[in-house]
């Protein structure tokens, strides 16, 4: 369940759509490949499924009459500490924003973006980041 939780609620908003949305869809578009942003487009949707399933998974276990306060405990333990290693990850990646000639979007705006879709997710469930 943990590896479940870290990588759908934690590493694919801070790391996952970071890379894929916020650095391949733009440099592709800014080069004029139109087969990179189809196959992305593919894997968001998958993505968007499994975050629908986990967040239903999460919320049910997080608001268990009897276990639930101490569920909500272990999660929140979980996003500290898969959010520092996503964290470490997602600035990691940085660089690469600097390479391609064409830059449509900075890493900062990118990564903002990246922390506002976490909030998001974190609020339905209940959980802080």
Same mark, same amino acid.
């Given at each position: 369940l943990e590896q479940y939780f870290?990588?759908?609620i934690v590493f694919e908003p801070l790391v996952g759509e970071l890379f894929r949305s916020g650095f391949l869809m733009q440099a592709a578009a800014a080069n004029h490949d139109f087969v990179t942003p189809a196959v992305i487009s593919s894997a968001e949707a998958d993505y968007e499924r499994n975050l629908a399933n986990t967040i239903d998974l999460i919320y !049910?276990?997080?608001?268990?009459?009897?276990?639930?306060a101490a569920n909500r405990k272990l999660f929140q333990?979980?996003?500290k500490k898969h959010g520092a290693l996503a964290d470490k990850a997602a600035?990691? !990646?940085?660089?690469i924003w600097s390479m391609p000639h064409s830059k449509p979007i900075s890493f900062p705006d990118v990564r903002a973006q990246s922390e506002e879709r976490i909030g998001q997710i974190l609020n339905e469930l209940g959980l802080t980041r």
């Open positions: 870290a990588i759908n !049910l276990l997080a608001n268990d009459e009897k276990h639930g333990g979980w996003v600035l990691g !990646l940085q660089p």
